[in-house]
């Protein structure tokens, strides 16, 4: 897995690349939370995102909570097999996906 | 069937992933498929890894087999008794400030496989998944 973090003012975009996983959704953790102090806009691209499974959906959820106190917080380019796991999981209602 | 048996520890997923998906490539498995089937293996085998043994560790062994169009894929360990298949869901239509984080991963297999069976005999967790190819 591979993150780049682009950080404009209050804006944050993360694009992420490749598998979010038990063995990864860790450093994306990291990286995301690193990077939230001050932001109210948040941006996952997804476009080159491989596979989730339920350790990348919970830091999908964790970080969501904390957007939701303090700014807003988007998915974007969800491809069709990831965008059918977050509807299985309930995550297609609690996450904002574009 | 092809089996592969490792310590089951956190480290050894990649391998884990790695034996799956070559089995799904031989098998000619298509990408939608696959990936569900990737992450069911990943959350059983995980469960095991994080809890069957507690603070100790043991085997497990993955089997995999495709017949008539259906990929099996079974998880045997030696640890502490848990049926997957009892695991109580999550209420998915709460809004995120009230979902919990724990719970999602047998959830996401019940919901993707076709069939998630639990077994207990001579002293170990057998768990089966089983999805049609097509």
Redesign the interface.
Known sequence: MNVNKIENGEQLTVEIEGRV???TAPALEAEIKGSLEGKTDVVLDFKNVE?????G??VL??T??IM?RQGSMKVINVN??IM??FE???FS??LTIE | MKEITLEAT?DN??KV?AFIEEQLDEAGCP??IS??I??AV??LF?NVASYAYGDGTGDITVGFSCEDGTVSVSFIDSGTAFDPTKRED?D??????E?E?GG??I??VK??MDVLDYEYKDNKNIVTIKKKMA
């Open positions: 996983d038990t063995t596979y989730i499974s339920s350790a959906l919970r959820l964790s969501q909570k939701n069709e097999d059918e796991i299985v999981t309930g209602d609690i | 956190l997923l990649d992933n990408m939608k990936m569900q990737c992450v990943e959350e995980v999550p998915t239509s709460l809004p995120a400030s979902r984080v999602l991963g959830f996401m919901k993707s």
